[in-house]
């Protein structure tokens, strides 16, 4: 048993000693005993689809209080789209360490429900068995191959009964509630409120996102994303054939539409170190520590465009004035 699991078992028992109903526990034991004569169609919480055919034989057996019931089950499984294409997002593989060689400090984000809690005064009050319980200690680092990334259950409601179906619905599993109840979920009026949960200026994390003032301010994230992949682009909307030929010419086949539209005042420049490859917006900002130079999309957008911003004179690239 993990150290977490171990300390929710103490934060379970002492809140059913204490008869306080905060929601579910983790690793809770009770099951479903529905009977089903038909087919079943479940969507797991690993966003697997499972198509669970009954064939009517349910063992029910009850262990010092514990309900457990049995079925036997023909199992198939099909990956769904959903997940892949989440397997090959950013969301599946944001495994980090600081400069400190941890991993707790950017888990809120970069894996939730690895996350350990070093400070029991940012608990909720009403959490006193809770902040009893938690021991807090250095926090283990996690390695690469246990990391849990930032998975399906922390942007949809995990249903416990029968057996933790994953729904559609969406809110946010707040990784510090998480730690007193896994079925504490955070309601969020949109999706945009849900990806402002991490993508967020919080002191030193600089990643908050700015839609700005022009035309984009009213969109939402999944306006633009796939929520799975995360995938946009600006043509999704902007199809080229309708952008005027006179302002987008050939020559700039390379230079990201921000790097132009940008309104923001950013640093623009190539990404690498080619002038013939990609232009965008680039930003520096200090993770944990670490300084890390970059691409960075601007999203403060603008229809106004300055060329001297790349076409000066005595521009380090070589570029003609006009
Ligand atoms: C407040 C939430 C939050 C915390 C805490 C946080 N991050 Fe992040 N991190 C993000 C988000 C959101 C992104 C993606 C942002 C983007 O690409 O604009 C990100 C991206 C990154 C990236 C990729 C940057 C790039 O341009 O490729 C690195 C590296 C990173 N974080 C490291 C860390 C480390 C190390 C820590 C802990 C010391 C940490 N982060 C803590 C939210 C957070
Ligand atoms: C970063 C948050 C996030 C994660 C992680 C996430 N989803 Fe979603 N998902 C959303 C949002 C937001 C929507 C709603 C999109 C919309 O409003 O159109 C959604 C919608 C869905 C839908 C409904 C699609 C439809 O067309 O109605 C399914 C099914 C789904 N997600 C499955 C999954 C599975 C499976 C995983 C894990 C592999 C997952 N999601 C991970 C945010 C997320
Ligand atoms: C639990 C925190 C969390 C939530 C909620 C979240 N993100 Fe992220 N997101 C991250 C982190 C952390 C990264 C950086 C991962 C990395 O590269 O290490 C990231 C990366 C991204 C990226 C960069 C992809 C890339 O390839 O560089 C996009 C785009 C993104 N998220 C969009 C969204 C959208 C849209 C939503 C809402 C539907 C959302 N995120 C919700 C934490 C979150
Ligand atoms: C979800 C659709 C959508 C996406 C994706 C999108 N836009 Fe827009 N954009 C609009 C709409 C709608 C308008 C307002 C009507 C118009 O001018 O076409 C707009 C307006 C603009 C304007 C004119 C701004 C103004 O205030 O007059 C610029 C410039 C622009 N977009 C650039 C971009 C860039 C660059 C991207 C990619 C980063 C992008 N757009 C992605 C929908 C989108
Ligand atoms: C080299 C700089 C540059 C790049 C790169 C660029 N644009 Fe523009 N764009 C302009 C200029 C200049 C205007 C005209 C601005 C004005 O009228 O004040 C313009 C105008 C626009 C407009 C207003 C309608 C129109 O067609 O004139 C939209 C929308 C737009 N751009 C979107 C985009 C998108 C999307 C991309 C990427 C596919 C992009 N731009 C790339 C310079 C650029
Ligand atoms: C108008 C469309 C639009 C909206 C709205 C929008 N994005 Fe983006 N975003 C884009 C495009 C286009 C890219 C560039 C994709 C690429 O790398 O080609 C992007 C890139 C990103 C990146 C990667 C940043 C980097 O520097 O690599 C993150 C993170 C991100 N968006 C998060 C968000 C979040 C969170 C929201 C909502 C607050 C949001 N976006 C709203 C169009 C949009
Ligand atoms: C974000 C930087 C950036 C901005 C802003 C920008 N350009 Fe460029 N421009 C470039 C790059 C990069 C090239 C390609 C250089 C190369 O491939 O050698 C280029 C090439 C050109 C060329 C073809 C080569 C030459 O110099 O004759 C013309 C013409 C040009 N730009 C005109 C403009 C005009 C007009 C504007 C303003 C509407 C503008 N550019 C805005 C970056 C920019």
């Not at 055919?53 to 990956?79: H, L, R």
């Amino acid at each position: 048993m993990s150290a977490r699991n171990f300390v929710k078992l103490l934060v379970c028992i002492s809140i059913i000693t204490l008869l306080i109903v905060v929601g579910g526990c983790k690793n809770k034991t009770e099951t479903s005993t529905t009977t089903t004569s038909g087919t079943t169609t479940t969507t797991t919480t690993s966003g697997t689809t499972t198509t669970t055919t009954t064939s009517g034989t349910t063992t029910t057996t009850t262990t010092s209080g514990t309900t457990t019931t049995t079925k036997t089950t023909t199992t198939t499984t099909a990956t769904s789209p959903e997940r892949q294409a989440w397997q090959g997002s950013a969301h599946a593989a944001s495994y980090v360490v600081s400069s400190a060689g941890t991993t707790n400090e950017c888990a809120p984000c970069h894996s939730p429900l690895d996350w350990y809690p070093t400070d029991k005064s940012t608990f909720p009050q009403s959490c006193a068995v809770c902040l009893a319980a938690i021991p807090l200690g250095t926090p283990p680092v996690v390695s690469k191959a246990d990391y849990q990334s930032i998975g399906c259950q922390i942007c949809h409601v995990v249903d416990p009964y029968p057996n933790g179906q994953l729904t559609t619905q969406v809110a946010w599993l707040n990784s510090l509630l998480y730690w007193y109840s896994n079925n504490v979920y955070e309601a969020v009026s949109n999706n945009t409120e849900l990806c402002r949960k991490c993508h967020t200026n919080q002191g030193t994390y600089l990643f908050g996102i700015d839609l700005g003032s022009s035309s984009h301010t009213s969109k939402q994230c999944t306006d633009c994303h796939d929520p799975h992949s995360l995938q946009a682009s600006c043509t999704q909307c902007h199809a080229t054939a309708t952008l005027s030929t006179a302002n987008h010419i050939a020559s700039h086949a390379n230079v990201d539409c921000w790097a132009c539209h940008d309104a923001s005042g950013l640093t623009v420049g190539p990404v690498g170190s080619s002038v013939q490859g990609e232009w965008s917006t680039l930003r520096t900002i200090v993770v944990g520590g670490v300084n890390i130079t970059g691409r960075y999309v601007s999203h403060n957008l603008q229809k106004q465009v300055s060329c001297t911003r790349c076409h000066y004179a005595g521009n380090p690239w070589g570029l003609k004035t006009h």
